[in-house]
């Protein structure tokens, strides 16, 4: 997520390693920082606003006269995103004592229809009878697709006919079926065309005066950028939005609609989606958001994550473990398939903070970071239970048998039995530490670390040089030799 944006602005801000700190090296710093939030794609006024903003703030007495300018300046550019993005209310304002009423449309291909089927899983976790209404009668498959999307998270969807009747007739009795199932929030699909124009905005407004839904939500795909943040505009002209969702944020997103849409329309961003399966909306956060464009970590939703998908049981265990300073390749596979349940390495390493950079380089040599957990996971599966708790124990002959078990060289286990015994050592040694310690030794590790990042189970190499090499195959030769001259003595 944002990728782009945080090198960018990791590189803008970097004037501030140079030297000292002047009026003029700030300046000069910032406008390479508007550079790089245009070429993310941010609005022209919004960029130039922004720097205008943090130059202000970054060259007052109290900031370069302080012990810690480039501390500060760092902090104002922080400070200035989250203002930039929020506040943020993610309530939806239920009306109690009735079915509360919410309207999501967009531009075709923003991901409305699933993004409705997102909506009402979430909802459903919180406890609330959500109910779907079908009324894209534009797109063909609009209403099969939310009857599909309906059945997978369990929701009744009403449905008619395109030909038999209007969007407008839909909605009214769509509503009026959620109010007879007992439904307390009806969410209703409403159509998009490839563009704005006076029919589709006719047919909203029709709907939102005979409706009268209680919020509406404008759904826009985050990789088309600044068309984003105008399409916005232009639907809350006509309906006066309530909140945005931004879908695709998973994607190629160069993050231009994520820091536009609120200072150009005032609309906030209430939920994003990060990932085509019906659980993957979040609730949008500006200061977490800052904290990730400016490659600061999210420790705060990695947590949410691991509680999420991790249960209390095993996060007790783990913690143990940890403390106990006991591991052994039974506790580090659970904890590797632990990981792997909260979603993907990469985007789990850019939650802690100091080892953003590290993740931008896994697979940089055309590896796949998932694909070789796979494959250590295979290697400590073709072991047995006595291997996994007794690492120390796997002699040559152990090696050959795991190797073949699971299709890779000999070296490969070796490799990873190194690895491992480095790694328990490490939990051994911070076993008598505090989290905050701990979260500072595994950011000293990652500094110390390849800079490759790369994950992957290698060979081991041979350490002689050339020359080393050289020199034993002649030694190996002359050996056979002599080995072949007493035979024939013998004989």
Do not use: W
């Not at 000292?20 to 022209?44: F, K, P």
């Amino acid at each position: 997520m944002f990728e782009g944006i945080t090198d960018n602005l990791k590189s803008a801000l970097s004037f501030m390693n140079r030297g000292r700190l002047t009026e003029t090296s700030i300046r000069e710093g910032m406008q390479t920082v508007r550079q790089a939030l245009l070429e993310a794609d941010v609005n022209y006024d919004v960029a130039q606003n922004f720097v205008e903003r943090v130059t202000e703030r970054a060259i007052g007495d109290d900031v370069l006269k302080s012990l810690s300018p480039t501390e500060q300046i760092v902090g104002i550019v922080n400070q200035e995103l989250i203002d930039l993005m929020g506040p943020v209310d993610h309530s939806l304002h239920f009306v109690k004592g009735t079915t509360t009423i919410l309207m999501m449309c967009g531009l075709q291909g923003a991901g409305k229809t699933t993004t409705c089927g997102k909506l009402a899983k979430l909802l459903q976790a919180e406890g609330r009878k959500p109910f779907l209404v079908a009324a894209d009668l534009q797109r063909p498959a609009a209403i099969e697709q939310l009857r599909v999307v309906g059945e997978q998270v369990g929701v009744p969807v009403h449905t008619e006919e395109a030909a038999d009747s209007t969007p407008l007739k839909v909605c009214a009795n769509g509503v009026a079926a959620a109010k007879k199932a007992g439904a307390d929030v009806v969410i209703l699909d409403t159509a998009g065309r490839l563009h704005v124009d006076d029919e589709l905005m006719n047919e909203l407004e029709q709907i939102d005066r005979r409706v009268q839904p209680h919020q509406i939500l404008l759904v826009c795909d985050a990789m088309t950028g600044q068309d984003a943040v105008n399409s916005a505009k232009v639907f809350n002209d006509a309906l006066e939005l309530d909140g945005v969702i931004l879908t695709k944020l998973d994607g190629d997103t160069r993050g231009g609609a994520a820091l536009s849409v609120k200072e150009v329309t005032g609309v906030p961003i209430k939920f994003i989606g990060v990932g085509e399966q019906l659980d993957k909306l979040e609730l949008f956060h500006p200061d977490r958001m800052a904290s990730r464009i400016l490659g600061m970590g999210d420790v705060v939703t990695l947590f949410e994550k691991a509680q999420a998908e991790i249960s209390e049981e095993e996060m007790e265990d783990a913690q143990q473990k940890m403390s106990e300073g006991k591991f052994t390749l039974v506790d580090f596979q659970k904890q590797m398939r632990m990981v792997k349940r909260m979603g993907s390495v990469k985007d789990i390493m850019k939650m802690i903070p100091g080892l953003g950079g590290m993740a931008d380089n896994l697979g940089a040599g055309g590896e796949d970071p998932e694909k070789e957990l796979k494959r250590v996971d295979g290697i400590i599966n073709s072991m047995t239970e006595y291997e996994r708790e007794h690492p120390a124990k796997i002699d040559r002959s152990r090696r050959n048998r795991i190797a073949t078990g699971c299709g890779v060289e000999p070296s490969e286990v070796n490799a990873l039995l190194k690895q491992f015994g480095e790694m328990a050592t490490m939990m051994k040694r911070m076993s008598g530490m505090g989290a905050m310690d701990r979260m500072k030794a595994v950011q000293d590790i990652a500094k110390n670390s390849d800079p490759s990042g790369n994950f992957k189970v290698q060979k081991q190499r041979s350490k002689r040089g050339p020359q080393n090499t050289d020199k034993l195959k002649e030694l190996k030769k002359k050996q056979r030799k002599d080995k072949k001259k007493s035979r024939k003595r013998n004989k």
